[in-house]
């Protein structure tokens, strides 16, 4: 089965605080791809990050950064110093090799940062 | 920066009404895609479409759904009969040929349908 789990339903923080997002995958292919999105209250979907199976290095932007393990199938995702512009709804997602393959989302996280 | 755009933003429609959503994806994608999210919930998979066919579509796309690349460069989604039930956020996306072996999908700002 192909799945990823957000078992985070809402956070809510206060503004300055860390807050890490969980993201748990199920895969049983060799090659894919983990992305995370943002969804603000405006409804689009920003793009964050990708990740690729076969990188398993941290990657730090700003004051974001992703944790990918493959030992434990995570991607977690920890936002340092939170800001209420963080205040969305975070998605992660996973794909595989191939062009007609489709994104499959977790539930998501509804975090909100309050001043 | 090339982009995914759709139309229209938000659609108000009785129910039992035929709704078509439009979407024009990157010019020189190959690869289309439409998502669904109703209200608070998950963005959820519906089609896919590749060379003029449907490559893989979800239990939500039934009979009353169906998708057209008609001239080349958008790609619609049509409700035949709507339901309050399809009230959602509808989400088109595109790939090209580059991003085979990123994963990486583009898409667009939404369609708003309110199903009344």
């Known amino acids: 089965a192909q799945k990823v789990t957000q078992a985070q339903t809402e956070i809510s923080v206060v503004e300055k605080e860390d807050v890490t997002l969980d993201c748990v995958y199920e895969t049983r292919d060799t090659t894919y791809y983990l992305f995370w999105y943002k969804q603000p209250p405006s409804g689009e979907l920003v793009f964050l990050i990708r990740r690729n199976s076969f990188d398993e290095q941290n990657e730090i932007s700003g004051r974001y950064s992703w944790n990918f393990q493959k030992s434990t199938s995570s991607f977690n995702f920890t936002i340092t110093a939170s800001q209420v512009v963080d205040s969305a709804v975070y998605f992660c997602a996973l794909t595989f090799s191939g062009g007609y393959n489709k994104l499959i989302f977790g539930a998501g996280t509804r975090l909100a940062v309050h001043p | 920066e090339p982009e995914v755009t759709q139309t229209p933003s938000h659609q108000v429609t009785q129910m039992g009404q035929e709704v078509i959503l439009r979407c024009v994806p990157i010019?020189?994608?190959?690869?289309f895609y439409w998502y669904r999210q109703i209200l608070g919930q998950k963005v959820e998979f519906l089609v896919s479409?590749?060379?003029?066919?449907?490559?893989?579509k979800s239990e939500i796309f039934d009979d009353q759904f169906s998708v057209e690349r008609p001239d080349g460069s958008n790609f619609t989604l049509k409700i035949r009969s709507t339901k309050l039930e399809d009230s959602a956020m509808y989400f088109c996306?595109?790939?090209?040929?580059?991003?085979?072996?990123?994963?990486?999908?583009?898409f667009g700002e939404g369609s708003r349908l309110t199903v009344l």
């Open positions: 010019s020189n994608h190959l690869y």
């Open positions: 479409f590749y060379n003029n066919e449907i490559s893989e």
């Open positions: 996306a595109s790939r090209g040929r580059r991003e085979e072996n990123t994963g990486e999908l583009f």
